[in-house]
């Protein structure tokens, strides 16, 4: 089955400074990779997700690029804010599987 | 609109009673996924659902858990005779796709269980 790897594990940050996390895949055949936030006490919340057929997307301070080649995706988190502290989780899973494969989370925190 | 929601939030019981959930997902999805959360972990799959069709399940789901989607609307998840590692927070998710499609999951906010 796929295997996700996340790094790093805990990640700090200063306000307005900006954040990556970096996840690598193993099997080739994936081709969807969300990237879930998740509070404390609460479910995982969708934040951003790309498919294989494109190398980058953004949404406003949110962006995730694809490597297919050497298999892996990044989170960035531009100009990051207290709120945006919380524990990030990769993703990933591909056609006629369906379940979704995480990696172990990265929390982050944004020191005000 | 509402999203997933589960039922209860928080549930503690003794070693060896049995305890369901329930999942209610959003409105006209047909796909419904159960996953267990421990704690400093990613959520890890249990058993997926297409409407009322349950068409696959993990390992780890043991003899001691069955889940049913009866009319493929809510579905249930049972654990009989608890154990204490089986504390975790249990997870349902849903999304609307068709064959061969991978579809954004959206998940409920989690049932906690302590067995004690």
């Known amino acids: 089955g796929e295997n996700v790897e996340q790094h790093p594990s805990t990640l700090s940050v200063q306000e307005g400074d900006s954040a990556v996390i970096k996840c690598t895949y193993s099997?080739?055949?994936?081709?969807?990779f969300p990237w879930y936030k998740q509070e404390l006490g609460k479910g995982p919340q969708l934040i951003i997700d790309?498919?294989?057929?494109?190398g980058e997307k953004k949404d406003q301070r949110i962006a995730v690029t694809l490597n297919k080649t050497a298999k892996h995706f990044s989170l960035h988190i531009t100009e990051t804010q207290p709120e945006d502290s919380a524990v990030y989780f990769c993703?990933?899973?591909?056609?006629?599987?369906?379940?979704?494969?995480f990696g172990a989370g990265t929390t982050v925190t944004v020191r005000a | 609109d509402t999203g997933v929601s589960q039922d209860p939030r928080h549930k503690i019981t003794k070693r060896g009673q049995n305890v369901t959930f329930r999942c209610d997902p959003i409105?006209?999805?047909?796909?419904l996924y159960w996953y267990r959360q421990t704690l400093g972990q990613g959520p890890e799959f249990l058993t997926y659902?297409?409407?009322?069709?349950?068409?696959?399940k993990s390992r780890l789901l043991s003899d001691r858990f069955s889940a049913e989607r009866p009319k493929g609307s809510f579905s249930t998840l049972e654990i009989q005779r608890t154990e204490q590692g089986d504390s975790a927070m249990y997870l349902c998710?849903?999304?609307?796709?068709?064959?061969?499609?991978?579809?954004?999951?959206?998940f409920g906010p989690g049932t906690r269980l302590t067995v004690l």
């Open positions: 099997d080739s055949a994936s081709n969807y």
């Open positions: 790309i498919r294989s057929n494109v």
């Open positions: 409105s006209e999805h047909n796909r």
């Open positions: 993703a990933a899973t591909f056609s006629n599987d369906y379940k979704l494969s």
């Open positions: 998710a849903s999304s609307f796709g068709s064959s061969g499609s991978t579809d954004t999951q959206y």
């Open positions: 659902f297409q409407n009322e069709a349950q068409l696959e």
